[in-house]
């Protein structure tokens, strides 16, 4: 694409934001939306129980962290006797 093209649609190019609107009263409803939208949101209230479940989530990955690996073997055949599954797990160093 030539500059000469890329000038003339710049200079064709009508905002379709309602901020840009002629009229003041609705680019000032726009700008009042995005203000509300981003203005913090009322914090939602944790109560003892969500603590707790979080609390037992993390020990019992904490748990599951310094457990041993194992080597689970899955053996999936299809009716004519070939393989059905195939998993592939990344190896960790």
Known sequence: MSDIIAL??????????PLAHEDAAIADEALRKLVKSLEPQKPVRRRVS???????????????MVLPRVT?????????GSRAVQLFFPEEK
């Open 8 to 17: 003339s649609r710049l200079a064709r190019y009508r905002a379709s934001s």
């Open 50 to 64: 969500d603590l707790l479940s979080i609390v037992l989530a993390l020990s019992a990955r904490t748990r599951r």
């Open 72 to 80: 689970v073997e899955v053996d999936v055949f299809a009716p004519n």
